[in-house]
Every structure is written in C-alpha cells, then in structure tokens.
C-alpha cells in the first residue's frame, strides 16, 4: 500500500533528528506521560533512525538498535495523533524491516503496548510471554522474522 505524497526517510542530519524527537516529544512525553529520561535515551546515538514525511512535513519516526550480529530492536514508533490509522505506522515499520533486512539482520524483537499489539500481529509478530511493564504502560514482548 502507498499513501500520495508520504515518504520515509533515514535520519541523516541533526535537523531531521530533531523532527523525529519532536514527534516522540508530543506522542511519548506529552501524549503518554512517559519521563523524558525515559524516553531520550542512550540507544538514540547508535540506533537506526526512519522520519515519515507527508508532503514534505514530519508525521511519524521509529528506530532500531542492534542486538548483536542477527536481531534488531525496533522501537519509538510514533505517528502524530491526527493521522493515526492511516497506514503511517505499518510503512515506518516496514521500512525499518526492509532496512534491517538488507543490512543482513534474521529478527526483529519489539516491546508493544498492548493498545498497539494488533497493529504488530497484523503485520506479522508474535507475541512472547507476558505483560509487562514499561514507562508506567502495559506492553508485551513481539518477534517476528525479517527473511
């Protein structure tokens, strides 16, 4: 599926970097009331960062980290509240697969709160045991093989 006039992005420059933080800022912090300590993290130097574009303007971001030579972690998935449901997210997180793929990655392992769990069954991941928590919200952990 493609959406008229979305695109995404690597992160390349701090500029872009700061699009992307502003989205988690509004959605995880704001939105979510998770501590900004939380949120801003150590992972953000060495992970992989994707920017969603609609139209030129900044929608939605999510990263991944490394863990080591075969799986990734895809995390701060976040899409701007207006344009939830329109398939945003799924392509961020395709394109975090796809990237990880190409880069020679097996797996993805991702911490899902649980208001978003099938939005990851739908595309794919299992879920791994129980809920837990994170940040103060519900969240289960979800694998899925990249191949």
């Not at 500029?15 to 933080?21: P, S």
């Not at 939380?38 to 990263?63: Q, S, T």
């Not at 797996?107 to 899902?112: E, F, I, Q, Y």
């Amino acid at each position: 599926m493609s959406i008229a006039g979305l695109t995404i992005v690597p992160i390349e420059n701090d500029a872009q970097m700061k699009q992307a933080w502003d989205i988690r800022r509004r959605v995880f912090i704001e939105e979510q009331h998770v501590p900004e300590e939380i949120e801003m993290d150590e992972d953000d130097a060495h992970a992989f960062h994707a920017l969603a574009l609609l139209d030129g303007k900044p929608v939605g971001c999510g990263r991944y980290v490394a863990h080591g030579d075969s799986e990734v972690k895809i995390g701060r998935m976040a899409v701007v509240t207006n344009l939830r449901t329109h398939g945003i997210g799924r392509e961020i997180l395709v394109y975090l697969m796809r990237v990880a793929r190409e880069r020679g990655y097996l797996h993805a392992v991702l911490h899902a709160q649980m208001t978003a769990e099938g939005f990851y069954l739908r595309n794919g991941y299992v879920p791994v045991g129980e809920v837990f928590e994170e940040a103060g919200i519900a969240h289960r952990k979800m694998v899925r093989e990249l191949g």
